[in-house]
């Protein structure tokens, strides 16, 4: 799936982006735009990161979650303004090719999820003290449906779909980190499925396009994607509900893989 597929009459338009001004004067500015995206992402980054920690009962615990989101709001704001500037420039000097791109469009409708969980969601909670209210669970709904839909058109394009394994990876890596009923069988579980993955690959060579192993690839993320839905589900449930609330775990580690699938899937746009 790509924007091509879904508005193919844009296709004059979009290729006649990068020809008139602005971005016809930017041309030569591409590399500095790229880097300040990176620093832009890194900023956001950090304040989701810390934030939604903070609604999950780890890192700056001696802080009342209303408190760091005041603190990082600023920071929210400009390291979301950063990316989003820069992400223009960077689309319209490369308009046709992510026009095509299945990565792109993985990473636009993973980042509209990630905005509403962050914006829209987790800090609204934190404002509260951890309280979900309706309209958070509403827009968390919404957003979680979007980065499901994101997820799913990631394990299924061809030449993008092992990019997933970021995603997984950083969910497994947060049970590891902070699960506390779930995280030896996390590990294992891990181990297991995508172990075998790489030992193929290292058998038949890090290069190989065999369609076995591919397919093997999709059926172990997709397996491993169940799997840690449940498992985190799991652990939420059988955690206490201290600050944050059970709901609100939920949405802090979904509003984390949003970010992560945001920037694997930029990072797809030049290995595909």
């Known amino acids: ?97 992510l026009y095509t791109s299945a990565a792109f469009f993985v990473k636009m409708i993973s980042m509209a999820a990630a905005l509403i969980f962050t914006f829209g969601v987790v800090n609204a909670i934190a404002k509260s003290e951890g309280k979900v209210s309706t309209t958070s669970m509403v827009l968390g709904g919404i957003a979680m449906v979007i980065f499901m839909i994101a997820m799913g058109v990631f394990s299924v394009s061809e030449g993008i779909s092992p990019g997933t394994f970021h995603v997984l990876t950083a969910g497994y890596a947060v049970l590891l980190l902070f699960g506390q009923k779930t995280r030896v069988l996390a590990g294992v579980a891990f181990l297991v499925m995508f172990g075998t993955v790489v030992e193929g690959y290292m058998v038949a060579g890090l290069d190989s396009f065999s369609p076995e192993l591919q397919n093997l690839g999709i059926v172990r993320s997709w397996t491993a994607g169940v799997l840690l839905i449940v498992l985190i589900g799991y652990e939420i449930y059988r955690q206490e509900a201290t600050a944050g609330g059970r709901v609100a775990r939920l949405i802090a580690v979904l509003s984390i893989l949003s970010w992560i699938a945001t920037a694997a899937g930029g990072r797809w746009i030049g290995f595909s």
């Open 1 to 97: 799936m790509e924007f091509s597929k879904l508005f193919p009459g844009a296709a004059d338009f979009i290729a006649s982006i990068g020809k008139n001004p602005p971005f016809s004067y930017l041309g030569d500015l591409y590399a500095p735009f790229g880097a300040i995206h990176l620093i832009g992402l890194a900023l956001l980054g950090g304040c989701v990161i810390i934030m939604n920690l903070r609604l999950l009962g780890a890192g700056l615990t001696d802080e009342a979650p209303s408190t760091i989101e005041r603190n990082l709001r600023l920071w929210h704001y400009v390291g979301a303004a950063i990316v989003i500037g820069t992400g223009l420039v960077i689309g319209g000097l490369n308009a046709e090719r």
